[in-house]
């Protein structure tokens, strides 16, 4: 059964630093998401993409983070500068066909910002 | 800003029970529904969606909708050890899935 996949399952950086979060959505849905959720807390919408483009975005996703599909199969996350509240797990996610329907997730990246 | 509000759990039940887990949501115009299972440390995993008014079976779990009270549930039968986990509940609207913050479900053996 195909699955979203992710890499790194842990990352670990430094504050200030910039980190790249890869995904690889299943390969013939057309929507894609991230998602967080710090600990002990609830999962949270960052983005969400479609036809190259941002289809909607939440108040977390400020100009320090931006999304990039750069070939057929990849989508990332990027964090410029880190910050230490950064820390949370990061989920991608991707739907076939209509917005309305069922997300996928992927495992999730651990993100630890020392 | 979206709601979706869960009964706080924790929820205990003796193996073999009925599990019952309860949720609202706050946007009149949402269309579609997921309960989603978080075993700790590990991402969401979908087992159940509910497009339309009433029920919707799908092996020991059954989904409820009533688009009038703003309500969903999520019956889980015969409950096993290894149904212990938090349930998500997801309601979709505008590109998005907006969660829940969860309940947690413990079967005791």
């Known amino acids: 059964e195909p699955e979203v996949t992710q890499t790194p399952s842990h990352q670990v950086t430094q504050m200030g630093q910039e980190v790249i979060l890869r995904c690889v959505p299943i390969?013939?849905?057309?929507?894609f998401y991230w998602y967080r959720q710090i600990l002990g807390q609830k999962v949270e919408f960052l983005v969400s993409?479609?036809?190259?483009?941002?289809?909607?975005k939440s108040e977390i996703f400020d100009d320090q983070f931006s999304v990039e599909r750069p070939d057929g199969s990849n989508f990332t996350l990027k964090i410029r500068s880190t910050k230490l509240e950064d820390s949370a797990m990061y989920f991608c996610?991707?739907?076939?066909?209509?917005?309305?329907?069922?997300?996928?997730f992927g495992p999730g990246t651990r993100l630890t910002v020392l | 800003q979206k709601e979706v509000e869960q009964n706080s759990g924790p929820l205990s039940v003796p193996e073999g029970a009925i599990a019952s887990l309860n949720c609202t949501y706050s946007?009149?115009?949402?269309?579609?529904f997921f309960w989603y299972r978080q075993y700790s440390g590990k991402s969401p995993e979908l087992i159940m969606f509910?497009?339309?008014?009433g029920d919707k079976e799908d092996g020991r779990f059954t989904a409820q909708l009533n688009k009038a009270s703003q309500y969903v549930s999520l019956l889980i039968r015969d409950s096993q050890p290894s149904d212990s986990a938090t349930y998500l509940c997801?309601?979709?609207?505008?590109?998005?899935?907006?969660f829940g913050a969860g309940t947690t479900v413990t079967v005791r053996a």
């Open positions: 509910i497009y339309s008014n």
């Open positions: 993409f479609y036809n190259n483009e941002i289809s909607e």
């Open positions: 996610a991707s739907t076939p066909g209509a917005r309305e329907r069922e997300q996928f």
């Open positions: 997801a309601v979709n609207g505008d590109y998005k899935l907006s």
């Open positions: 390969s013939n849905h057309l929507y």
């Open positions: 946007d009149r115009g949402s269309q579609s």
